[in-house]
């Protein structure tokens, strides 16, 4: 069954904004720290922030101050708001539940973000 599904990708001009949604499987999401993860073109997968269950956040230094996530515990959803938007952040963006050893769910499809003027 589909596990993890990410929403609300787009095409924003530099310093704009987007508001991203992951809808989660109760069996993946409760208990579990989620992050959003990032993959640019020709590029890894990088966790770029992080929320355990008690609400405790962590920011991969390339995003620290625009980006902020949050999560809505009854609604297994998990969020992204990203400000002040610059083209290095163009990517396709997934969620998905992590620990020490990295994500352990099945990847979603992604939502894809393009920041161009």
């Known amino acids: 069954q589909v596990q993890l599904v990410e929403s609300g990708g787009g095409l924003v001009q530099p310093g704009g904004s987007l508001r991203l949604s992951c809808a989660a499987s109760a069996s993946i999401f409760s208990l579990n720290a989620m992050g959003w993860y990032r993959q640019a073109p020709g590029k890894q997968r990088e966790l770029v922030a992080g929320i355990t269950s008690a609400g405790s956040t962590n920011y991969a230094d390339s995003v620290k101050g625009r980006f902020t996530i949050s999560r809505d515990n009854a609604k297994n959803t998990v969020y992204l708001q990203m400000n002040s938007l610059k083209p290095e952040d163009t990517a396709v963006y997934y969620c998905?539940?992590?620990?020490?050893?990295?994500?352990?769910?099945?990847w979603g499809q992604g939502t894809r973000v393009t920041v161009s003027s």
């Open positions: 998905n539940a992590y620990n020490t050893r990295g994500a352990f769910g099945s």
